[in-house]
Structure formats: C-alpha cells, structure tokens
C-alpha cells in the first residue's frame, strides 16, 4: 500500500505570487502588526478555489484564521425588498343615485395593500378582485 507524504506535494502555481506578497510584508512589518484585510482576502478567495488546508499550508497561514475568514464570506446577504410602486386609479363618476360607496381594504403579510371604494359592490366583484389580489407575487 502505497503512502503519500504532504511534504512530498506540490502546491499550485496559483498561490505563489499571494505567497510572495506576505512573505514580502511579513518582512517589512512592525511587530504586532496584523495581516492587511486585502492579503486575508485573497487567501480566502485562493482557499475556494484549492482548499483550506492546502491554502493555509501553503501561505503559512493559521487554519483556524483562514477558515473563520472563509465562513465570514459565506454569509448569505439579506435581500432589500423594495416597497410596492403605489398606484391610484381615478373612479369612475358617480351619479347620485348610486348611493353610497363601499370600501374594502385588503393588507397582505409582505406590505401590499389594496383600498377598493365601489358603490354599490356584489360579493361576486369583490370575490373576483380578492383572488386576483391574493394570487398576484410581485
């Protein structure tokens, strides 16, 4: 059975030139100083792509540090909803022997809201008016 060693591994060509830029600030910093987002960046960005484990090695980087990084990112973003354009629809005239006018106002759990005013409504119109309303996914 045939065994490999890590050290006997050759690491991709990808990660050299993010390996020469920390070694490079790793020699030109003060003592204490803390790796530069950009370069954590590009680590985590590397480890995507060719594993945390080969990444963390490879740069000389703390897994744990790298791995915590590679989480952050991941976080789904909360989609913004954007309210509902608000539109008005001019009635028609009334005359004035339709009497008075019904309002029915429907509010859904997503913020949309319908506002009818009829005179004189049938259950039938309104029934209609619901379904299309309650169907409707802007």
Not at 83 to 88: D, I
Not at 100 to 125: K, Y
Request: no cysteine.
């Amino acid at each position: 059975m045939a065994t490999t060693s890590t050290a006997s591994r050759t690491e991709p060509p990808q990660l050299q030139p993010l390996a020469q830029r920390l070694n490079a600030w790793r020699s030109a910093r003060t003592r204490g100083q803390r790796i530069p987002d950009e370069l954590w960046n590009a680590a985590a960005d590397l480890a995507r792509v060719h594993g945390l484990s080969r990444t963390s090695s490879a740069l000389k980087l703390s897994y744990y540090d790298l791995q915590r990084r590679l989480v952050a990112g991941r976080r789904p973003r909360r989609r913004r909803l954007t309210p509902a354009p608000f539109v008005e629809v001019a009635p028609p005239a009334l005359a004035p022997e339709l009497g008075e006018v019904g309002t029915v106002e429907l509010v859904q759990a997503s913020g949309a809201r319908l506002t009818l005013r009829l005179p004189n409504p049938s259950a039938s119109d309104l029934l209609a008016l619901v379904h299309l309303f309650l169907r409707h996914r802007a």
